[in-house]
């Protein structure tokens, strides 16, 4: 796919995800490839990529003399990281970050701890120098420098578990990192408890002290939810 046909199919699919996610094209509402195709001046062979992306995604669904039908909400794969980023951005923002922070909240503090018992000399170095980075770039609002430091730390956290599965929602966890900070759900400075807390389970994690990571991150989760309670109620 070329530069260009890349960039159409890029603003397809966004433009279709977010308004399949927003609710504007409901479940059970039936998109005809031709109609697309006149909508966003693109070919039907465009149309027909998007879709079948959309289908990976468990969006919609693709039949003949029917069409492409909006499959129902509990049957999309809320953990593809695209839908989540389309989530975010549409008017039921506050519910969605409350339920990724409740799913983090569950599964972090475990990874956390064991991480204490399974992380490697390089995984403690790296988790070590992404919590000064995020100690560096805490003050001036400097988010976007934060944000890749946090993203950083957490998927070490969750790889250093030894758990694939928990490895598995690093990009999960990126999306909701990356959407807090991309739709202002974040303070102009992150809070100075929650920065030192990161400094203080990379130290646990160095340490092998299992019980004091999995406390200390359980601590950054419930900061998360309180600060959704101010930013986004």
């Not at 879709?51 to 039908?69: D, F, P």
């Not at 499959?71 to 519910?95: K, Q, S």
Request: with cysteine; net charge negative.
């Amino acid at each position: 796919m070329s530069t260009e046909g890349h960039g159409l199919h890029t603003h397809v699919l966004d433009s279709l995800g977010l308004a399949i996610t927003a609710g504007e094209c409901p479940p059970g509402s039936v998109l005809r490839t031709d109609e697309l195709a006149e909508r966003f001046d693109v070919s039907r062979t465009v149309v027909r990529e998007v879709v079948r992306v959309l289908e990976s995604m468990h969006l919609v669904e693709s039949r003949r003399r029917v069409g492409v039908t909006v499959r129902p909400t509990a049957e999309w794969n809320v953990y593809d990281p695209r839908v989540i980023r389309w989530r975010l951005a549409g008017a039921d923002r506050p519910r969605q970050l409350r339920s990724l922070t409740v799913l983090r909240s569950a599964i972090e503090p475990v990874a956390a701890g064991l991480a204490a018992r399974n992380a490697t000399p390089e995984q403690c170095a790296a988790l070590t120098e992404c919590a000064l980075g995020m100690v560096a770039t805490s003050r001036g609002q400097q988010l976007e420098g934060y944000l890749k430091h946090d993203i950083a730390f957490h998927r070490i956290v969750l790889n250093a578990s030894g758990n694939e599965m928990f490895a598995r929602l690093g990009d999960v966890v990126a999306e909701v990192l990356t959407g807090r900070t991309h739709h202002q759900v974040m303070f102009e400075d992150p809070d100075p408890a929650a920065v030192t807390l990161h400094v203080q389970v990379a130290e646990a994690v160095r340490e092998g002290d299992a019980d004091r990571a999995e406390r200390l991150t359980r601590e950054i989760a419930v900061g998360a939810l309180q600060e959704l309670d101010v930013l986004a109620p």
